[in-house]
């Protein structure tokens, strides 16, 4: 399984970034998706998820009303758009696997991209 993220990159404060996920040797479209963060110095923390049918989502407080998490199954990636960005989400973006089926409120990650990096200038 290989998870490839992009879309990572400099901005100011109240500006966008839209990240994706290219997933490749696993029927993507029966596993949920997420997207964990990791700020220097801080653990890795969970940000969204998204159900393998793309029905359901989950969002961390800190995203929630600025960030939404998509999928198109047909092309095998998952996005995350971040809206009204804030110096506080600069960090580290992680692609996850949950799972076939997996679940979206107790995510469990099977596989982890490699990373993509958002830095939030203020």
């Known amino acids: 399984v290989q998870l490839v993220e992009s879309g990572g990159g400099l901005v100011q404060a109240g500006g966008s970034l839209r990240l994706s996920c290219a997933a490749s040797?696993?029927?993507?479209?029966?596993?949920?998706m997420g997207w964990f963060r990791q700020a220097p110095g801080k653990d890795r923390e969970f940000v969204t998820a998204?159900?393998?049918?793309?029905?359901?989502?989950n969002y961390a407080d800190s995203a929630k009303g600025r960030f939404t998490i998509s999928r198109d199954n047909a092309k095998n990636t998952v996005y995350l758009q971040m809206n009204n960005l804030k110096p506080e989400d600069t960090a580290k973006y992680y692609c996850?696997?949950?799972?076939?089926?997996?679940?979206?409120?107790?995510?469990?990650?099977?596989?982890w991209g490699q990373g993509t990096q958002a830095t939030v200038s203020s």
């Open positions: 996850a696997c949950l799972g076939a089926y997996g679940s979206i409120w107790y995510p469990a990650v099977d596989y």
């Open positions: 040797g696993l029927t993507f479209r029966n596993y949920a």
């Open positions: 998204i159900s393998w049918n793309g029905a359901n989502t």
